[in-house]
């Protein structure tokens, strides 16, 4: 393997110890120590920076910036990945064969997992490619990953910067859209580039990354939505854990239901189904 063809940069918080270990952890499992290097990661609570923005989205939206400027001159893919991220045991290879195919240089920026907005209908075409580039187990775990294809976002607006890859041609013309951007989250103003035209940004699939959502003794009603959000996500996230996911549907599914949502629920099955 060249270990020259990418070089990636963890955004991590100093007061962060135990999320540094646990991904410096990840990294030594998949043989990625030589290409990883931590970045220290902005704590928004201290900045005088103004911003319409809460500390913790101003210190993101810092770090992935100024980690961006800090690779200036480097002639490689820079991966970037915060300190949550769940890394797939096919990140290396994935990484690895986008930057080496010719085709994926006209991206200036390649997520390695978003969370699309939008309709059932949104990724049904994802789930095609998805399906088509693995070789599945019998319950649905990925054994092999046969192919990585990389998705326009164009026209598709979408969150989460948990992992993505910087084409070296585009570095520091990324950096500057992006610093010059309005205030706002970092992946609101990474999708906002995409929609505009200003930034080629694609995804690519399988998901290679996915957030660290932690393990919860129980789920709370507010939360309905969001878990179910996340299953959605996990779906597409080639190391993903079927029985985990299915316990998550099945304990949000014992929740009290009304007239209203039960016909909702079945709605959005045909709409599923439908994909």
């Known amino acids: 393997m060249d270990q020259n063809i990418f070089i990636g940069r963890y955004l991590n918080l100093d007061r962060s110890q135990e999320r540094r270990e646990r991904f410096e952890a990840q990294i030594d499992a998949l043989d990625l120590r030589s290409h990883f290097a931590r970045f220290p990661a902005v704590d928004g609570a201290t900045q005088a920076e103004v911003a319409p923005l809460l500390p913790g989205e101003l210190g993101c939206r810092l770090s992935h910036i100024r980690a961006l ?37 006209a991206f200036d920026v390649i997520f390695t997992n978003v969370r ?50 910087v084409n070296p041609r585009s570095l520091e013309r990324v950096a500057e859209l992006v610093a010059k951007s309005s ?72 929740r009290p239901a009304t007239p209203t949502s039960d016909l909702l629920r079945d709605a959005y099955d045909v709409l599923w189904r439908a994909i």
């Not at 609101?188 to 932690?214: E, H, K, M, N, V």
């Not at 709370?220 to 079927?242: C, G, K």
């Open 183 to 254: 205030p706002e989250a970092i992946d609101l103003t990474y999708s906002r580039l995409a929609q505009d035209g200003r930034l080629a940004i694609g995804c690519c699939l399988p998901f290679i990354t996915t957030p660290d959502w932690g393990a919860k003794s129980e789920i709370r009603p507010d939360l309905n939505f969001s878990v179910a959000q996340r299953v959605v996500d996990r779906s597409l996230f080639v190391d993903r854990d079927i029985p985990m996911l299915r316990r998550s549907l099945e304990a949000l599914a014992k």
């Open 69 to 105: 400027q800090g690779t200036f001159g480097e002639h490689r893919w820079l991966a970037i990945v915060e300190d949550d991220a769940v890394l797939s045991r096919f990140y290396r290879s994935a990484v690895e064969a986008i930057a080496r195919d010719p085709q994926y240089l």
């Open 116 to 165: 699309l907005v939008g309709t059932p209908y949104v990724p049904a075409d994802w789930r095609l490619t998805f399906d088509a580039s693995v070789t599945m187990n019998e319950d649905g775990s990925v054994h092999s990953l046969n192919a990585i294809t990389v998705a326009s976002l164009a026209g598709r607006p979408f969150h989460f910067t948990t992992g993505y890859l």
